[in-house]
């Protein structure tokens, strides 16, 4: 008897590089001569992994970088030529408040001076050897700047002057020298601010224009830095430093000492180096010359 001819019914054969055979596997023998034929519902299921794969590149697409602006408080130097005789005031003002310019953001105001990449290059060299880290230029001509300078600033917004200490000290010599009695000036305020959440570690807290008070504690690895005196009504625990500005009196008070650091006008102090006896306890921190005092409070 011979076997019925299905060709007319059945799909070509499925040669051995079949997309379909490579990718689903889905070949199967035939009952007649042992042919390979494609199942019937082979297109169905492609065009179905077809949407899914669509869908999924739309769920795992990443999330786009999001940009903010952010403003930060930096000090401004603004040199004068020559420059060998500024950086000679330079260190006399940082030998009398040692670690002024560590950490702290400094941007060089070079308006009106009349110098090439190659003496802009050697000053901000000469800086860095001093600790002094340039964040940008400002007043800088576009000839003037690289890739191997700081960037270019502008529209910065001015602050109180620092007076360094010298000034302050030739200006008391002149009020005494006067022999005609004067009205003494009545006491300006000191500006401060109020934080009246919790500093938590990370955060730098920078206010050079007075006092700092915070309604809470200051967490380890955070940072209060102040023109002024600082008052933490809870756990000091990171780092705090009063009389940043030349502020010899200036003082620190907490409720409880645990500080990692403490600093008044640039003189440091660090945990290590605090005596166990005023630990977790509240004390006032002042400086007295060149020495830290510290006192409990009632």
């Known amino acids: 008897m011979t076997a019925p ?25 035939s009952l007649f001569g042992g042919a390979v034929y494609t199942l019937l519902t082979i297109f169905s299921i492609h065009r179905s992994n077809r949407k899914f794969t669509k869908i999924t590149d739309v769920l795992t697409q990443p999330r786009p970088i999001r940009l903010k602006g952010r ?7 603004t040199p004068e030529l020559p420059f060998e005789d500024w950086l ?18 400094v941007v060089l105001d ?8 190659a003496q802009l290059r050697t000053f901000v060299s000469q800086l860095g050897s001093r600790q002094v880290r340039i964040m940008g230029i400002e007043g800088a001509s576009p000839a003037l700047l690289g890739s191997d ?20 000290a030739e200006a008391a010599k002149a009020e005494l020298a006067v022999a005609e009695p004067v009205t003494p000036d009545l006491p300006k305020a000191v500006p401060s601010i109020i934080v009246t959440q919790p500093v938590r570690s990370g955060q730098s807290l ?30 000091l625990r990171g780092r705090a ?43 006032q921190i002042w400086l007295d010359g060149e020495a830290f005092k510290v006192e409990a409070l009632a």
Do not use: Q
Not at 264 to 280: H, L, Q, S, V
């Open 206 to 235: 920078v206010f050079l224009e007075g006092d700092v008070t915070v309604i809470g504690s200051v967490a380890s690895g955070a940072e209060i830095v102040a023109g002024g005196s600082i008052h933490v009504y809870g756990t």
């Open 241 to 283: 430093m009063a009389g940043t500005m030349g502020n010899a009196a200036a003082r620190i008070f907490c409720r409880k000492l645990e500080a990692e650091l403490i600093a008044i006008d640039g003189y440091y102090k660090t945990a290590e180096d605090m005596g166990p006896e005023f630990r977790g306890k509240p004390v």
């Open 5 to 29: 001819n299905f060709a007319p019914f059945w799909p070509a054969p499925c040669p051995a590089n079949d997309v379909w055979t490579a990718s689903l596997g889905a070949c199967r023998e």
């Open 88 to 105: 000679a005031r330079l260190d006399d003002l940082a030998s009398r408040s040692a670690g002024f310019f560590l950490r702290r953001p």
């Open 110 to 117: 070079i308006t009106g001076l009349e110098i090439d990449r």
């Open 71 to 77: 403003s930060y408080l930096a000090l401004t130097l």
């Open 149 to 168: 300078l700081p960037p270019a600033m502008a529209d910065g917004r001015p602050t109180s002057d620092f007076e360094p200490p010298a000034a302050a």
